[in-house]
């Protein structure tokens, strides 16, 4: 009569066995072997008192201190960040201090960006006149097309390194939509710049001057 280990009982007991050689220690049992309904028997009590195991707080405090600490992932960044390059630079809101004698300018200079990607472009726009455009992307190559709302205006290629030139008529809701390499995401650029933007006056009082006095 073949007799079953110790090891093989305890998984019987903790019914941790496949149902084939549960079958058959069950047909051992009933085929009266003592030696074995004694070890079943005391398994059996042995896992009906088993109790929780309750494992001290600095205990489990050492045993997490062994594992390397798992960073949280980086937020995932959004559609519109990652594709709307947003305003980081605009020389017509430089202030102006007060009392300057204003003059005229018609050539701006802004720098828009997204979290890879950068666009500087240099805007001459006279009043009654086109507007050309000069850009330089880090995004080289590529293609720059020019929109009017959903209408497509222009395209023109980007050099190696990046640099385009546009000219055209000022109208409302104009944007840039910049491509890079194949496979890379667009880059759009919004033209809302172009309408019309005061600049700001800075308020000077003469007495915060160096060497300024209230006596003459």
């Given at each position: 009569?073949?007799?079953?280990?110790?090891?093989?009982?305890?998984?019987?007991?903790?019914?941790?066995?496949?149902?084939?050689?549960?079958?058959?220690?069950?047909?051992?049992?009933?085929?009266?072997?003592?030696?074995?309904?004694?070890?079943?028997?005391?398994?059996?009590?042995?896992?009906?008192?088993?109790?929780?195991?309750?494992?001290?707080?600095?205990?489990?405090?050492?045993?997490?201190?062994?594992?390397?600490?798992?960073?949280?992932?980086?937020?995932?960044?959004?559609?519109?960040?990652?594709?709307?390059?947003?305003?980081?630079?605009?020389?017509?809101?430089?202030?102006?201090?007060?009392?300057?004698?204003?003059?005229?300018?018609?050539?701006?200079?802004?720098?828009?960006?997204?979290?890879?990607?950068?666009?500087?472009?240099?805007?001459?726009?006279?009043?009654?006149?086109?507007?050309?455009?000069?850009?330089?992307?880090?995004?080289?190559?590529?293609?720059?097309?020019?929109?009017?709302?959903?209408?497509?205006?222009?395209?023109?290629?980007?050099?190696?390194?990046?640099?385009?030139?546009?000219?055209?008529?000022?109208?409302?809701?104009?944007?840039?939509?910049?491509?890079?390499?194949?496979?890379?995401?667009?880059?759009?650029?919004?033209?809302?710049?172009?309408?019309?933007l005061k600049q700001k006056s800075l308020k000077l009082n003469p007495k915060d001057?160096?060497?300024?006095?209230?006596?003459?």
């Amino acid at each position: 009569m073949k007799h079953y280990s110790l090891a093989e009982w305890t998984d019987f007991v903790r019914d941790l066995t496949n149902e084939s050689q549960r079958s058959e220690m069950k047909r051992h049992l009933e085929s009266s072997c003592p030696a074995c309904s004694r070890v079943v028997t005391l398994l059996g009590a042995v896992w009906e008192c088993r109790a929780p195991v309750e494992v001290p707080d600095d205990l489990t405090a050492r045993a997490r201190s062994i594992f390397p600490r798992r960073r949280p992932a980086p937020a995932a960044e959004s559609l519109a960040e990652r594709l709307v390059a947003a305003l980081k630079f605009d020389s017509f809101a430089a202030a102006a201090p007060q009392g300057a004698r204003a003059v005229p300018a018609s050539v701006r200079r802004l720098r828009f960006g997204t979290a890879s990607v950068d666009v500087e472009l240099v805007v001459d726009a006279p009043r009654g006149r086109a507007v050309s455009l000069t850009g330089l992307s880090s995004a080289n190559g590529g293609e720059v097309h020019l929109f009017e709302r959903q209408k497509l205006v222009q395209t023109v290629a980007a050099s190696p390194f990046g640099e385009f030139h546009l000219q055209f008529d000022q109208r409302k809701g104009m944007r840039l939509l910049i491509t890079g390499a194949p496979g890379s995401a667009s880059i759009e650029v919004p033209l809302d710049f172009l309408q019309p933007l005061k600049q700001k006056s800075l308020k000077l009082n003469p007495k915060d001057l160096p060497g300024s006095s209230e006596e003459l």
